[in-house]
């Protein structure tokens, strides 16, 4: 099979397109035939080997064997199953996020059954493959993690972006007055997916003012958390989404204040697990509450480019790779 292979960290031009084995699935994983993938932050931040920490998952100094084809997010048809799988059979059309299995930009992936979902029936594969990371990273910011109430006041930074796109709409489902922040490019597509209102980070700084919010879901994790405490309300919670992991210290560094004071606002990192909420999310989408957003869509022999595009940041929603052996969608 065709996949593309990093083997040292760096710029996506060190990528290439190889053959390779087809993987063999275990006793409890299926073999999927791969019609469409995406790209999310951690394929990014995986390839350049950044921040350190993660090379201890991939390799210290090179990227270690079975840990070499990125691509977590990927729609396919079961081509095999191992022994102990009962939810699904060959033929069935699938979609979810591979998380520590990978291997999703390459035409042929293994996945745990707990990993997948059926594919909604009214999305391509393309679609599909947008779904998984920022659909379920955006319902438990928003549900598990920021425990949103209907009229409450949602501001969304990054608001453009996978995660951000979703979390606009489920959001605005919830009965929620959402503000999205993002550059000026975006904010068209920010408002067509449902945002009340749009603030162009370029321009103005949302923590400057004076406004206040019920919850603030982060997908960019850059800026000082103290900068967000003067945006939230005194009940008010910040879920941190994406970003830099180097803000994490703060985040408990903030809660623990607050477990000494009367500090009542409340600072959150997002880590529920892969995949839970997928199959809401998956009804939604059969339901026309919820429609993934695509940007571009790039052949499997694009990655690098589409990986230099995503690393530009200009992308709004998501972009996806779809495979040359699956043209139907």
Known sequence: MKAIVFTHYGPPDGLELKEVPKPTPKDDELLISVHASSINSWDWEFLNGIPFINRLMFGLLKPKPGKQILGADIAGTVEAVGRHVTRFQPGDEVFGD????????????????????????????????????????????????????????????????????????????SGAEVTGVDASHKLNVVRSVGADHVIDYTREDFTKTGERYDLIIDCQGFRSMFD??????????????????????????????????????????????????????????????????????????????????????????????????????
């Open 98 to 173: 591979l998380w520590d299995n990978w291997g999703g930009f390459a035409e042929y992936a293994c996945a745990h059954e707990t990993a997948l979902e059926p594919k909604p029936a009214n999305s391509t594969f393309e679609e599909a493959a947008a779904v998984p990371q920022a659909g379920v990273l955006a319902l438990q910011g928003l549900r598990k993690t920021g425990q949103m109430q209907p009229g409450q006041k949602v501001l969304i930074n990054g608001a453009g972006g996978g995660v951000g796109t979703f979390a606009i709409q489920l959001a605005k489902l």
């Open 228 to 329: 967000y405490k003067r945006a939230l309300r005194p009940e008010g919670t910040y879920a941190m989404v994406g970003g830099s992991m180097l803000r994490v210290p703060q985040l408990f560094l903030l809660n623990f204040w607050a477990s000494l004071t009367r500090e009542s606002r409340k600072f959150r990192l997002v880590a529920e697990g892969p995949n839970k909420g997928l199959a809401d999310l998956k009804e939604l989408i059969e339901a026309g509450k919820l429609v993934p957003i695509v940007d571009r869509t790039y052949q499997l022999s694009e990655v690098p480019e589409a990986l230099r595009y995503f690393g530009e940041g200009r992308h709004t929603g998501k972009i996806v790779i779809a495979m040359e052996h699956n043209n139907k969608t």
